[in-house]
């Protein structure tokens, strides 16, 4: 190469000042997703938990509709026909008075439903009112209020049950009240370690340095950020109080007949254990997909909400 | 120039109580130990020291995030000790703080709108949502970014980036004062320069003043007109940046500056580099007498013995026997 190639001199306006917004070295890391969306899109991967969602989707609207439009009702009997097998008349068959099984399920499906649920629900509230105030204030209060929840926790939940169902008998109302007395305290336990361990982070400061109330802190900022744990331990309690619904009317002293709840059919159905075999094998299946579907759910969110339990 | 501070702070102490367990020995951590400085208007001051020297704490108590155990804070005349209620909120809208981890300091479930747009509705600026969103794209361009990252997530920024959401997000009160805490350490030596040159136009198109804290002298030395060095919850020299920086008097700050690599050989072995022996002694259980007693290269006798008081040394502060007649 020679020295006058090397001196190449190169015209002065071969070059141009870059746009301002192309100097920016900076950019953007990742696309645009919220954290919901990206929830969902982990979600969906799980063969499994999709098809569970399906499962409890398709039986809540059945739960629903399927009272309004049958012709047969839970309670009305038709002696001319009892322990039927399955036709098309009684697709599931019918019990020892007659009454159609397929249409008592489904009433089954909403009692139970709507237990599990609602008790999802009063310990949602509870756990996180009660957690959360106990991690963020700290101190003599968190310490008496958890001492209050260990005393709740400690006592056998059957006495409570008892002690419910005999002050105010065996109907809908005690069943929730007893499973919701104690059934909070592991969330309400692990929300307080959420908060707590929240709070010192520094986007928590930054709230109260911009003058954001405590509430906002709490409400806005811990809790939500805890939002992930508190779902899947809401979600897992459903098939938890649906189990104790039915083992409760199983045993006689949860809903009370004729009312039909899956628990109330399984005792119906024992005596006719060897006769009709096939009576009994409904509201247990109900009873076992349910609580399988609610737990695969669960499993799904709690790997689609933490980022450390995925697997890719 | 005798025009007031806007923060002046007077012997503070902000302890921490460490104690394990319930019957052990009461266990104290000094973070701050009896601290004084002034900020003047327009003025910023930087504060440098080691890591774990209390620089945090002390910014943090400044916040009122922290109650000190004694001395005082005071803002623009005014004793912030037992601000209550609407005139703690008057506070909180004047004194603002950015803070050390862009990556805490975001609440990850919030979006930039969502996070810029909080202090404007806890303390009422604007009446709808539309001016609102109008100011947070005005304090996005401010920053340095573009008016369509308001629906995006503090996980799709780089850390130079989150750094100036919480920049703008801190602006959003118009504050009168922010403390910075270590607001670029965290980022690429490349982006540094960035978010000081930053903060320095804010400074001057606002008329704000910085409590601006880093851990290197070099950092600091550019934005600030005052310098002050913490060792051990005390601050140790004080005094014009250009002195400190070029004319340390401490043998503290002179070991500080001689780890500083220095980009011409020459000079570099010109001036030898004092390393500092040991560890950085325990903020629980210090040492008797001047607080760098154990390491450094000058202690005398008396040094281990009794506590230096601040001096004033041509025009700035200094703690240490060295320099008393
Ligand atoms: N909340 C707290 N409780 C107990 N001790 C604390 C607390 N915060 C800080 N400390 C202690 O106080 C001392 C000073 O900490 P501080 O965070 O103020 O240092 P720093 O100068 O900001 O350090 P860095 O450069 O690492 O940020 C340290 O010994 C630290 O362990
Ligand atoms: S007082 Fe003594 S130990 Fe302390 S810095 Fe001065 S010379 Fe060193
Ligand atoms: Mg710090």
């Known amino acids: 190469m020679s020295e006058a190639e090397v001196k190449m001199v190169l015209p002065e306006n071969a070059f141009e000042k870059l746009p301002e917004d192309e100097k920016n070295n900076e950019f953007i890391a990742m696309k645009s997703r919220s954290y919901f969306q990206d929830v969902w899109f ?59 099984i397929f249409i008592r399920i489904m009433y089954g499906a909403r009692i139970s439903l709507s237990v599990g649920f609602a008790a999802a629900a009063i310990n949602l509230v ?61 969330l309400a336990r692990q929300v307080r370690a959420q908060v707590m361990s929240q709070k010192e982070q520094e986007y928590a400061l930054a709230a109260k340095v911009l003058g954001a109330s405590d509430m906002r802190i709490l409400f806005r900022h811990l809790v939500k950020n805890s939002i992930g744990p508190i779902i899947v331990n809401t979600t897992l309690m459903v098939p938890s109080a649906i189990f104790t619904e039915a083992f409760l009317s199983f045993v006689g002293i949860g809903i009370s007949i004729p009312m039909a709840s899956w628990g109330t059919m399984a005792n119906e159905a024992k005596n006719m254990l060897f006769s009709a075999p096939l009576q009994m094998v409904w509201p247990v299946s109900a009873i076992c997909l349910t609580m399988l579907a609610l737990n695969f759910i669960g499993d799904g969110l709690n790997q689609a909400l933490d980022p450390k339990k995925r697997s890719r | 120039m005798s025009e007031k501070p806007i923060l002046s702070v007077r012997n503070l102490k902000t302890y921490f109580d460490v104690t394990k367990g319930l019957f052990s020995k009461k266990q104290i951590v000094k973070a701050v130990d ?11 001051f930087g504060l440098v020291g080691e890591s774990g020297c209390g620089k945090t704490t002390l910014g943090r108590t400044i916040v009122k995030l922290y109650d000190p155990v004694e001395g005082s804070i005071e ?28 990556y805490a300091s975001l609440n990850p479930r919030m979006t930039v709108g969502e996070i810029i747009k909080e202090p404007m509705i806890i303390h009422n600026i604007y009446n709808t949502d539309a001016e609102r969103e109008e100011r947070v794209v005005e304090l996005l361009r401010i920053v340095g970014l573009k008016p369509d990252h308001i629906r995006r997530y503090p996980a799709e920024f780089s850390g130079g980036q989150r750094q100036r959401i919480g920049i703008a997000r801190a602006l959003a009160v118009n504050p009168k004062f922010i403390v910075c805490d270590e607001p ?4 690429d030596v490349s982006i540094q320069a960035q978010v000081i040159n930053l903060l320095e136009n804010i400074q001057k198109e606002m008329g704000l003043s910085y409590l601006f804290i880093a851990h290197d002298l070099s950092m600091v030395k550019h934005i600030s007109d005052k310098i002050g060095v913490m060792y051990l919850g005390h601050m140790v020299e004080m005094g014009k940046s250009e002195d400190v920086y070029h004319r340390p008097l401490h043998p503290y700050t002179t070991a500080l500056l001689s780890a500083i690599p220095i980009p011409d050989p020459d000079v570099a072995k010109a001036k030898s580099r004092i390393l500092l022996e040991g560890e950085i002694p325990s903020p629980i259980n210090p040492p008797a007498g001047c607080p760098f007693s154990t390491r450094c290269p000058k202690a005398t006798e008396r040094c281990h013995k009794e506590m230096p008081q601040p001096i004033e040394v041509g025009g700035r502060m200094v703690a240490c026997h060295l320099y008393e007649r």
């Open chain 2, 184 to 187: 670029i350490s965290a980022l």
């Open chain 1, 42 to 100: 982990q979600y969906k991967k799980n063969k499994l938990a999709m098809v569970s969602l399906v499962f409890i989707i398709i039986m809540i609207l059945m739960a629903i509709f399927m009272p309004m439009f049958s012709r047969y009702s839970y309670e009305a009997q038709d002696l001319a026909n009892p322990n039927a097998l399955p036709s098309a008349a009684h697709w599931f068959g019918t019990d020892k008075f007659g009454r159609d």
């Open chain 1, 126 to 186: 509870i756990g996180i009112v009660w957690g959360g105030m106990c991690g963020y204030i700290g101190g003599r209060f968190d310490m008496i209020l958890m001492r209050i929840v260990d005393i709740i926790y400690s006592v056998p939940t059957l006495l409570y049950v008892i002690l419910i169902m005999l002050i105010f008998g065996s109907n809908m109302f005690s069943v929730l009240l007893a499973i919701c007395i104690s059934s909070w305290v592991g």
């Open chain 2, 75 to 102: 803002f623009m005349g005014k004793d912030i000790a037992n601000l209550k209620g609407a005139e703690l909120k008057a506070y909180r809208k004047d004194m603002q703080m950015i803070f050390q981890d862009p």
């Open chain 2, 34 to 44: 009896d601290v004084s400085f002034d900020v003047m208007p327009n003025e910023t």
